[in-house]
């Protein structure tokens, strides 16, 4: 049992086009959206824009850690879409260290949060504009409830 430690942990979920954001309260107890950023794959510049916006947004809000959302197969492997987000995700550690990147299990966050949404009535154009916050809300808030057992 560790300690918890207060402070605004943002929620990530990569897409292969866009990277939705979310964030905490000090108290680790709700995820909110925050954001949905556009992926940089241009290769143009190291580290890509959206990496540097997410940089931007961890200093903004003081964040402690940032979690990751990890696309786990159904059969529970690393398929080529987990290598990208694990790649992702050291890129990230680079360029926000000290802050610690944790990797959290997303399997069914994008249908989750696809779910919610269409049940308060967002559909089609406007969905597909929140779903990736909405995702990130779904892999922080599990990766939170995980935080508050393991801390009690």
């Known amino acids: 049992m560790s300690a918890f430690v ?6 990530v979920d990569v897409g292969r086009v866009r990277v939705g954001v979310a964030r905490c309260d000090p108290d680790a107890i709700l995820a ?26 961890v200093e903004e809000h003081e964040a402690v850690a940032v979690v990751v959302g990890l696309p ?11 290598q990208e987000v694990l790649g992702y995700a050291r890129q990230l550690g680079a360029a926000i260290d000290p802050i ?8 069914m966050s994008t249908v989750v949060a696809s779910r ?13 504009a929140v779903v990736d916050q909405a995702a990130a ?3 922080l808030q599990s990766w939170l409830e995980t935080l ?4 009690q």
């Open 6 to 11: 207060r402070g605004v942990r943002l929620g």
């Open 32 to 57: 909110t959206p925050l954001v949905t950023l556009a992926r940089d794959l241009s290769g143009a510049v190291d580290p890509p824009a959206d990496i540097r916006a997410l940089a931007a947004l």
């Open 148 to 151: 508050r057992r393991r801390t």
């Open 72 to 82: 786990v197969n159904l059969a529970g492997k690393h398929g080529p879409a987990a």
């Open 137 to 139: 809300v779904e892999i």
């Open 116 to 128: 919610r949404l269409a049940e308060r009535g967002v559909r089609g154009r406007r969905q597909r």
């Open 100 to 107: 610690d990147v944790q990797l959290s299990d997303e399997r």
